[in-house]
């Protein structure tokens, strides 16, 4: 499999094992608490629910569905870490995350595409996050095809498309 493809094909094959368990909201979980732990050891209930905006009683059932799925360790004290399976699927949601915030950047860089991104990454197919992924490389390695796109926008909009 060439370098185009996702690097975490196990997170995606454990994503897609999962698919019926896993709502939006436990998806959005697992990918904070990925990226959390990839500066911390482990967290607490009540570090994720200030990171989710969530209140700590809904961070301890989620949390609890979670374990029930083997997916994250869940210890005295609130303390929180995921499992291996846990992290491979963390891994994925999180590259799935970053490959779509790139790609609506090129295309704008409106205040809303954080929020659009946590939107559409819930909704979109394997397949088509590939095909995105490798269009993000192609323009990466051509600045200039960019640059030309950026000019072509301007004028489109000022010309309102004529
Ligand atoms: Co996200």
Do not use: C, W
């Not at 959005?28 to 967290?43: K, N, P, Q, T």
């Not at 999180?94 to 809303?112: A, G, P, Q, T, Y």
Request: proline share 2%; net charge negative; hydrophobic share 35%.
């Amino acid at each position: 499999m060439g370098e185009a493809k996702f690097h975490t094909v196990r997170g995606y094959q454990l994503l897609e094992q999962n698919k019926k368990l896993l709502t939006p909201a436990m998806e959005d979980y697992l990918e904070m608490i990925y990226r959390y732990s990839l500066a911390e050891d482990y967290l607490r209930v009540n570090t994720l629910s200030e990171l989710l905006n969530v209140q700590a009683s809904s961070v301890t059932k989620m949390i609890q569905k979670l374990h029930e799925l083997g997916l994250i360790h869940y210890r005295k004290y609130g303390i929180i870490s995921l499992t291996e399976n846990g992290r491979e699927i963390g891994q994925y949601l999180l590259e799935r995350h970053n490959v779509l915030e790139k790609f609506l950047r090129m295309l704008s860089n409106d205040d809303s595409l954080l929020i659009e991104t946590e939107l559409i990454e819930h909704s979109i197919s394997p397949e088509t996050l590939d095909n995105i992924k490798v269009f993000n490389e192609y323009l990466s390695r051509k600045p200039e095809i960019m640059e030309d796109f950026q000019a072509f926008k301007t004028a489109y909009y000022r010309n309102d498309g004529a």
